[in-house]
């Protein structure tokens, strides 16, 4: 019930801020909709291609903000507060994820509901592709917790604005890896982002080809990772900033 109460809590505060739901939401939609109008002469920008990728740009636009949530909680000492009760570091980050669930579904409803609009097909395969969203999206939060666990609120959107930068560049929204040197390549092959947009193209597009054994164990990999260190880092940081 604590938990639950704290993902209420987490997600009035997080739209209560409109300008975090204009990032979050409408500049993705926007870019959507311009992408379309231009006609680029990429197979990238085509709707069944870019749309997966409006759905991960829209993820990190998520992970600035729970980092910019967590770092403003424990500046404003609300964990300090919350630190005498029972709840553990893993109820926290779960009330931060449950908070954001929401925000997703939306976010990807209103992608869908525009790109049906600019002339995507229906198919049920639009479902499957929220519920694995959903799950995908568990990595973006985390990652999120994770880094407002290490810095300041004023630094939380400079380091978050990084991740929006790397899954613009590597995860091949914009670009084939093709089209570059080895080097960025093998990049774009460690990061996550590039294996998270894949499974969530093949699921759209039903088309299973897309997703390699690689991008389900390097998603799978960094999500555990990621989980892990986060709650091993939030415990930490509140023990810290108890004292």
Known sequence: MRMLNFAKRNFKELIRDPLSLVFEIILPVFLLFIFQQIKVPDDAYKLENFTPGIIIFGFSFITLFTATLVAKDRGSSLLIRLGTSPMKSSDYILGYILSLIPIIIIQDILFFIVAILLGLTFT??????????????????????????????????????????????????????????????????????????NIIKGTLNNNMQII????????????????????????????SDNK
């Open 124 to 197: 049920i395969n639009i479902i499957y592709t929220i519920l694995i969203s959903i799950l995908v999206s568990v990595l973006f939060i985390t990652l999120g917790i994770l880094i407002g666990s290490l810095v300041s609120e004023k630094a939380s959107g400079g380091v978050g604005s990084i991740i929006v930068q790397l899954v613009c560049f590597t995860s091949g929204m914009y670009f084939s890896k093709d089209l570059v040197g080895k080097m960025f390549s093998k990049v774009c092959e460690i990061l996550p982002f590039e294996s998270c947009l």
């Open 212 to 239: 390699e054994t690689r991008n389900i164990i390097i998603y799978v990999l960094y999500t555990f990772l990621v989980l892990i260190i986060s709650v091993i880092l939030f415990k930490k940081r509140m023990t």
